[in-house]
């Protein structure tokens, strides 16, 4: 081990947030091959392309994980950020997604029925 605690820059912090088929891609990601998302807030819009987000997963060079590379372009402007998860670290982020995949897609509704999602007015 030997690294001392991670440390990050919440205030200069970038959200890429992942859609259920997206989480499903990285579930089922061949992680020597890595996969990569873009993500354009305003497609089809009056602001296409002004902000491009692209997320980008490929193996460290070491071997010893995955590296999670950001790149953000603000009409004009790039920003990139990375983070190295170890295998270790990306297996709990996969299996919490796994966990809560049948959540999003409103499984438990089906599943539990309607009186475990709302509290009860007695």
């Not at 990285?26 to 992680?31: R, T």
């Not at 091959?33 to 902000?51: C, S």
Request: contains cysteine; charged residues 15%.
């Amino acid at each position: 081990m030997g690294q001392g605690p991670r440390e990050y820059n919440w205030a200069a912090k970038s959200v890429f947030s992942l859609n259920v088929g997206e989480v499903g891609s990285l579930l089922a990601m061949d992680p020597v091959k890595g996969i990569e998302f873009t993500h354009d807030p305003n497609m089809g819009g009056a602001g296409q392309g002004q902000v491009v987000k692209k997320l980008r997963l490929s193996t460290a060079p070491d071997g010893k994980g995955m590296f999670f590379n950001l790149t953000v372009t603000d009409k004009g402007n790039l920003t990139t950020f990375a983070i190295l998860l170890t295998w270790g670290e990306l297996e709990v982020l996969k299996t919490s997604a796994r966990f809560c995949l049948p959540y999003f897609l409103g499984f438990d509704q089906i599943f539990n029925g309607p009186s475990a999602a709302a509290p009860s007015s007695a």
